[in-house]
């Protein structure tokens, strides 16, 4: 009897925690941005793309590096997370892609989002931001399935979540104006995320 009782106290004690883990977990404060690098951290599977002397998780990390730093420099709080990475909620979250094409210089730039009217109005903003600046070729938004349906949707749940492409890494016209200018692509990345958050900072154009 005693030892039925002593069990029974442990189960409820483990219930009791586990419900506290729960409540605590979803009363926590959503992260105000996450920046993620494509392909960043895996060894095998999608490890994304390779081209010459160039790696895209290479460019990815400098991009959200980058634009991770500046955003604090604005005093915003941001998580910088690889490819994989724990359930997390944010209230915008953006993955760094460059793309890559089997006819060389066929693609460019693109913009992937979950359907819904807060990731489409961010990619509208975003795309006011970098298609002055990017002179190559935009393809509609979600022109792919991987955009459309990016796996980190389903781990980043992000009110307002945006995969950018920022070229073609396999096209070297593109990558030669690239290149010299990842800094300034990560200052308007940046730009684009404070403007969102509403909060003011000097235009970069
Ligand atoms: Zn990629």
Not at 35 to 41: D, K, L, N, R
Not at 97 to 114: I, L, M, Q
Not at 118 to 144: C, E, G, I, L, M
């Amino acid at each position: 009897m005693y030892l039925k009782h002593k069990t029974a106290a442990f189960f409820a004690l483990l219930i009791f925690i586990l419900l506290g883990y729960i409540f605590y977990k979803a009363l926590k404060p959503p992260v105000p941005v996450v920046i993620q690098a494509g392909h960043e951290g895996r060894t095998c599977g999608n490890t994304g793309a390779v081209c010459k002397n160039y790696k895209e998780v290479e460019w990815n990390i400098y991009v959200a590096d980058e634009a991770a730093k500046i955003l604090r420099k604005w005093g915003i709080e941001v998580k910088r997370v690889p490819a994989d990475t724990a359930p997390i909620r944010a209230n915008i979250a953006v993955a760094i892609h460059f793309d890559s094409a089997k006819h060389v210089c066929r693609s460019g730039a693109s913009v992937g989002y979950p359907d819904t009217n807060a990731s489409r109005t961010f990619a509208q903003h975003w795309k006011a931001v970098y298609k002055p600046y990017f002179p190559f070729h935009w393809h509609k938004d979600n022109f792919t399935d991987n955009l459309k349906h990016y796996y980190a949707y389903r781990t980043i749940h992000a009110k307002k979540f945006l995969v950018l492409e920022l070229g073609e890494i396999t096209c070297e016209k593109q990558t030669r104006w690239l290149k010299p200018r990842l800094k300034k692509i990560a200052h308007l990345v940046a730009y684009a995320v404070a403007r969102e958050l509403g909060v003011k900072v000097k235009s970069v154009q």
